[in-house]
């Protein structure tokens, strides 16, 4: 586990960094509740195929009770951010409407690549 501690609204760089320090997957998708709107959100989880999530954020007390998304290994991450026109960030949200439109079709080739 890395030394630093998770940044209060900032779950794209907490689960980025916990990525970066350890073999965890980053995933990016929706958080959901039954309180809450659906929201665009980062975690991680310990594998590709893990239905677990391991949330850095300080979301203890939080409303949100499912999260849909799709995990990448460091590797297929750093792919995406290549192909986006991020001006140099290390850390974006994939799914955003700026990056999106850049990664799509490589996303879908990176997720087809996995089942053979």
Excluded at 35 to 58: E, F, G, K, Y
Excluded at 82 to 92: F, N
Aim: aromatic fraction near 12%; proline fraction near 3%; hydrophobic fraction near 40%.
């Amino acid at each position: 586990m890395p030394d630093a501690q998770p940044t209060f609204g900032a779950c794209y760089g907490n689960a980025w960094a916990l990525m970066r320090n350890t073999d965890v997957a980053y995933v990016e998708g929706i958080a959901v509740g039954a309180l809450v709107r659906p929201m665009l959100h980062a975690w991680n989880c310990a594998t590709l195929d893990s239905c677990r999530a391991v949330d850095w954020s300080h979301y203890a007390g939080s409303h949100w009770t499912r999260y849909i998304g799709v995990a990448f290994t460091r590797s297929e991450y750093d792919e995406l951010l290549a192909a986006t026109s991020h001006g140099g960030a290390t850390i974006i949200g994939l799914f955003h409407v700026r990056y999106f439109g850049d990664i799509e079709e490589l996303m879908g080739r990176i997720i087809t690549r996995r089942s053979g």
